[in-house]
């Protein structure tokens, strides 16, 4: 269901960024009409709240929680800046995904500390450059029945190292369509929900871990909030 329409698409969404990154704006159009064309062919429906409190003249660390493969559909819908995100080297070996996913995506190899400071230090280079930049902060997509997984300090430190403000976002419902370690898909609707801006703005490496929790906070209380309003 993935492949079809990101097949269809992929000449859109590759070539422009082949030529320049300024072009960036052509290739997230027709990353929204790959959604679309998902949504038609399967029932499922993604829809973003609060997209226009984001400056999309600016650059930001968009931070998600992870739950399922449909996170893929939800971002480009839920943020409406172009961005470039951190994902896991395995992701890159999947057909057509893996190689369009490439231009929007740093793959790092989490069992290698070293491949995670490239990534982080990639990262920081595409921010200074203008570029935002997603990460999920748990690390990894959340299997387990708890709401959110520790969270890792390295995006904290990022934003903090390079003055860039965060913006959580909560994707809502995915799991529920396709569920861990199934391939099956459950029409409905996926939200996703835009929190206030964090600033960093002062703040040092003594701070990390406190924003850290501060964010977490924030993106849990919101996921209960939501839960208990379904």
């Not at 993935?2 to 997230?28: D, H, N, Q, W």
Request: aromatic residues 10%; contains cysteine.
């Amino acid at each position: 269901m993935f492949a079809i329409p990101m097949i269809i698409f992929s000449p859109f969404m590759v070539i422009p960024l082949l030529i320049s990154r300024k072009l960036e704006g052509i290739t997230f159009f027709f990353i929204r009409c790959w959604v679309y064309m998902f949504s038609l062919t399967t029932g499922i429906w993604f829809i973003g709240h609060n997209k226009k409190t984001v400056d999309t003249s600016k650059s930001f660390i968009f931070l998600i929680n992870h739950t399922s493969f449909l996170d893929a559909c939800a971002i480009p819908v839920a943020i409406p800046s172009s961005l470039v995100g951190l994902g896991k080297k395995e992701l890159s070996k999947i057909p057509v995904f893996g190689w369009v996913t490439s231009r929007f995506a740093i793959w790092v190899d989490r069992s290698s500390p070293e491949s995670r400071k490239e990534g982080i230090k990639r990262m920081k280079d595409l921010l200074s450059g203008g570029t935002s930049v997603l990460v999920a902060p748990e690390g990894t997509r959340n299997n387990t029945d708890e709401i959110l997984l520790p969270f890792r300090h390295g995006p904290f430190r990022l934003a903090i190292e390079s003055n860039i403000n965060i913006i959580p976002v909560i994707i809502h419902r995915a799991s529920k369509l396709m569920r861990r370690g199934s391939l099956l898909l459950k029409p409905g609707v996926v939200h996703s929900y835009v929190l206030p801006e964090v600033s960093v703005q002062g703040l040092t490496e003594d701070d990390v871990e406190r924003l850290a929790d501060d964010v977490y906070k924030m993106m849990k209380d919101k996921i209960v909030a939501l839960d208990e309003s379904a």
